[in-house]
């Protein structure tokens, strides 16, 4: 046997006749699509010309200069970085994408196919959105509003019904991100406004086919809304931002559809003497040949662990964790999904931008509490499916809860894929090697300890030394998760609600007609012993709790259920009256 490090700095215990793990493919030829007629025009949207059949691949790359010179500075210096640090874009995984690739920077046309807003299965585009974006996303032809639906352009084959039907437009601009269905798409007319479309890509890559399910499309949204709901003060106390993905579309009679994400502008153009840096930059190789990190390492002159521990684990965490704990919204942090703010020397100022937002869980209950608004869940049916609360909230096959699970398998799967413990380890373990810190163990009680020590920080909760350490759902991250939420749930008004019979009959009404609507989740039985609270969010929505008088969880957490009332409905208009005079008297 022998240890093999592969291209992600993934290391591999390989017999000695392998040189490489099993699941890395031969190189393929790229496969492009041709279509064997010319198109014709169909008509126009403004001057974009709308023509009958897809063009063929190769016939969509365009000059570099029309892309690459014109878009910001700033933002092309990323974009560079992107392609430039991606170890795992320049694999034999991505090789029969040929120039569509990650690693390729060769821009090409991206067309959409115009499509009214009726026909869609599902069409959103949230009112966070700036107007450019909107603008990007829908325009009007012949007093109809008009999406466009974005599909990568050597994939037109799974659209032949929808481009007769509609036509297809070739006029963005495009280029591949870190990953081969993420884009970004300019309009040639106006380079200065940058858009991020995530196309369906109906290839298998690295064990999954990437297309946009439906589930996805919805949960998009919906996070990205919860993200924007939470506000700025906060989230420059969390030292956090996002790109929120503000529009989804779900194709006529299709499955999947488009993405829209709306670029944070720090991106486009950093501050002075700043810039970003993807966060797996930090195991690649940096201009001095060296890696980014040790790079870092060396321009703080600091000590490796001080600098590691201070500088690149405990920010990350202390985000990541105020989201979940904070806000609860857990995400899927591996290191394509977040970017490092750099200063002049090119060192973390401990500010992030996260994004790819459908892997967020919602615990809507927390949020709640927190009485962030939330009106946006009653704009879809089955939110809390969408939101994916139950996930939030249960156990997964490990046995433990979300947060818990999401944690230890992108921070202690250390051979895992992109995490950022593996890539500290990759660099730390071949520059120290004797140093057990920079041991698969070592490197776990780092991130745990940092990790308990902010948990502690937001939620003063301080664990026995039995329970800080090890996986399972009453151990570090979880219990804490589970106390701080217990701690919220005490509300000393519960009984003026509890005790007033009245108020009890009209809840118990309600909530039985949004559970036939769908606009509930159950997390226990709801029975005649359940009382039921109104909650009043920062934007008027309301939300109706059912709680048991005798929890029987670990937690003794009484809520059983939770509905949400559509905004502006009759309902909400009915009960929102009762809830504020009672409110009222109480004052």
Same mark, same amino acid.
């Given at each position: 046997?022998?240890?093999?490090?592969?291209?992600?700095?993934?290391?591999?215990?390989?017999?000695?006749?392998?040189?490489?793990? +099993?699941?890395?493919?031969?190189?393929?030829?790229?496969?492009?699509?041709?279509?064997?007629?010319?198109?014709?025009?169909?008509?126009?949207?403004?001057?974009?010309?709308?023509?009958?059949?897809? @063009?063929?691949?190769?016939?969509?790359?365009?000059?570099?200069?029309?892309?690459?010179?014109?878009?910001?500075?700033?933002?092309?210096?990323?974009?560079?970085?992107?392609?430039?640090?991606?170890?795992?874009?320049?694999?034999?995984?991505?090789?029969?994408?040929?120039?569509?690739?990650?690693?390729?920077?060769?821009?090409?046309?991206?067309?959409?196919?115009?499509?009214?807003?009726?026909?869609?299965?599902?069409?959103?585009?949230?009112?966070?959105?700036?107007?450019?974006?909107?603008?990007?996303?829908?325009?009007?032809?012949?007093?109809?509003?008009?999406?466009?639906?974005?599909?990568?352009?050597?994939?037109?084959?799974?659209?032949?019904?929808?481009?007769?039907?509609?036509?297809?437009?070739?006029?963005?601009?495009?280029?591949?991100?870190?990953?081969?269905?993420?884009?970004?798409?300019? *309009?040639?007319?106006?380079?200065?406004?940058?858009?991020?479309?995530?196309?369906?890509?109906?290839?298998?890559?690295?064990?999954?086919?990437?297309?946009?399910?439906?589930?996805?499309?919805?949960?998009?949204?919906?996070?990205?809304?919860?993200?924007?709901?939470?506000?700025?003060?906060?989230? +420059?106390?969390?030292?956090?931002?996002?790109?929120?993905?503000?529009?989804?579309?779900?194709?006529?009679?299709?499955?999947?559809?488009? #993405?829209?994400?709306?670029?944070?502008?720090?991106?486009?153009?950093?501050?002075?003497?700043?810039?970003?840096?993807?966060?797996?930059?930090?195991?690649?190789?940096?201009?001095?040949?060296?890696?980014?990190?040790?790079?870092?390492?060396?321009?703080?002159?600091?000590?490796?662990?001080?600098?590691?521990?201070?500088? #690149?684990?405990?920010?990350?965490?202390?985000?990541?964790?105020?989201?979940?704990?904070?806000?609860?919204?857990?995400?899927?942090?591996?290191?394509?999904?977040?970017?490092?703010?750099?200063?002049?020397?090119?060192?973390?100022?401990?500010?992030?931008?996260?994004?790819?937002?459908?892997?967020?869980?919602?615990?809507?209950?927390?949020?709640?509490?927190?009485?962030?608004?939330?009106?946006?869940?009653?704009?879809?049916?089955?939110?809390?499916?969408?939101?994916?609360?139950?996930?939030?909230?249960?156990?997964?096959?490990?046995?433990?809860?979300? @947060?818990?699970?999401?944690?230890?398998?992108?921070?202690?799967?250390?051979?895992?894929?992109?995490?950022?413990?593996?890539?500290?380890?990759?660099?730390?373990?071949?520059?120290?090697?004797?140093?057990?810190?920079?041991?698969?163990?070592?490197?776990?009680?780092?991130?745990?300890?940092?990790?308990?020590?902010?948990?502690?920080?937001?939620?003063?909760?301080?664990?026995?030394?039995?329970?800080?350490?090890?996986?399972?759902?009453?151990?570090?991250?979880?219990?804490?998760?589970?106390?701080?939420?217990?701690?919220?749930?005490?509300?000393?008004?519960?009984?003026?609600?509890?005790?007033?019979?009245?108020?009890?009959?009209?809840?118990?009404?309600?909530?039985?007609? @949004?559970? +036939? *609507?769908?606009?509930?989740?159950?997390?226990?039985?709801?029975?005649?012993?359940?009382?039921?609270?109104?909650?009043?969010?920062?934007?008027?929505?309301?939300?109706?709790?059912?709680?048991?008088?005798?929890?029987?969880?670990?937690?003794?957490?009484?809520?059983?259920?939770?509905?949400?009332?559509?905004?502006?409905?009759?309902?909400?208009?009915?009960?929102?009256?009762?809830?504020?005079?009672?409110?009222?008297?109480?004052?």
């Amino acid at each position: 046997m022998h240890l093999v490090t592969d291209r992600t700095g993934a290391r591999w215990l390989l017999p000695v006749h392998m040189d490489s793990p +099993t699941s890395v493919r031969e190189p393929r030829a790229a496969e492009y699509y041709k279509h064997p007629t010319p198109a014709a025009n169909k008509g126009r949207i403004g001057r974009q010309q709308i023509v009958d059949a897809p @063009l063929s691949a190769d016939k969509t790359f365009v000059a570099e200069e029309k892309f690459w010179d014109e878009i910001p500075k700033g933002f092309a210096d990323l974009l560079h970085s992107e392609k430039d640090y991606n170890l795992h874009g320049q694999s034999d995984h991505f090789s029969f994408l040929g120039d569509y690739g990650p690693a390729s920077k060769k821009p090409f046309m991206v067309p959409y196919i115009p499509i009214p807003e009726e026909d869609f299965e599902f069409a959103y585009v949230s009112d966070f959105a700036e107007e450019d974006t909107k603008n990007f996303i829908k325009t009007k032809q012949n007093g109809k509003t008009i999406y466009r639906a974005f599909i990568h352009p050597n994939y037109p084959e799974n659209f032949e019904e929808l481009i007769a039907k509609y036509g297809i437009v070739y006029h963005y601009v495009g280029v591949t991100t870190s990953s081969p269905r993420s884009l970004i798409v300019i *309009d040639p007319d106006d380079p200065s406004k940058v858009h991020w479309v995530k196309p369906s890509l109906p290839k298998k890559i690295d064990g999954s086919v990437r297309l946009n399910i439906d589930t996805k499309l919805r949960r998009a949204v919906i996070m990205s809304e919860a993200l924007a709901s939470i506000p700025k003060a906060s989230r +420059t106390e969390y030292g956090v931002d996002f790109m929120i993905e503000p529009g989804s579309l779900q194709f006529p009679g299709k499955q999947f559809g488009t #993405i829209f994400r709306e670029v944070n502008q720090e991106l486009v153009n950093p501050a002075a003497g700043r810039s970003w840096m993807p966060a797996f930059a930090l195991n690649a190789p940096g201009p001095s040949g060296k890696t980014v990190l040790e790079d870092m390492i060396q321009k703080s002159d600091r000590p490796a662990k001080d600098f590691i521990s201070e500088s #690149i684990v405990r920010p990350f965490l202390r985000s990541y964790l105020s989201l979940a704990l904070m806000e609860g919204l857990p995400g899927e942090f591996h290191t394509q999904n977040f970017y490092y703010e750099l200063d002049e020397k090119g060192l973390p100022t401990g500010k992030f931008i996260f994004k790819d937002n459908d892997g967020f869980r919602f615990d809507v209950e927390l949020a709640m509490r927190k009485k962030r608004g939330m009106g946006y869940l009653s704009k879809f049916q089955k939110p809390f499916y969408w939101a994916k609360f139950s996930n939030a909230l249960g156990t997964g096959g490990e046995g433990v809860q979300f @947060l818990g699970s999401w944690y230890y398998k992108l921070i202690r799967n250390v051979n895992g894929f992109e995490t950022l413990s593996s890539y500290i380890l990759s660099v730390m373990s071949n520059l120290d090697s004797s140093n057990q810190l920079w041991s698969k163990d070592g490197i776990q009680r780092l991130f745990d300890d940092i990790a308990l020590e902010e948990a502690e920080k937001m939620t003063g909760i301080k664990l026995d030394a039995d329970k800080r350490y090890g996986f399972g759902k009453d151990k570090g991250l979880n219990e804490i998760l589970n106390l701080h939420r217990k701690a919220l749930s005490v509300d000393a008004r519960v009984d003026i609600w509890r005790e007033d019979a009245a108020i009890q009959d009209k809840l118990r009404e309600a909530y039985t007609s @949004l559970k +036939t *609507d769908g606009m509930n989740h159950e997390r226990g039985s709801v029975s005649a012993r359940t009382y039921f609270i109104p909650h009043v969010m920062d934007d008027g929505t309301l939300m109706i709790e059912a709680r048991s008088p005798s929890p029987s969880n670990a937690y003794k957490n009484p809520t059983q259920a939770l509905a949400i009332i559509e905004v502006e409905s009759p309902l909400h208009r009915s009960l929102g009256a009762v809830v504020a005079e009672k409110l009222a008297s109480c004052q």
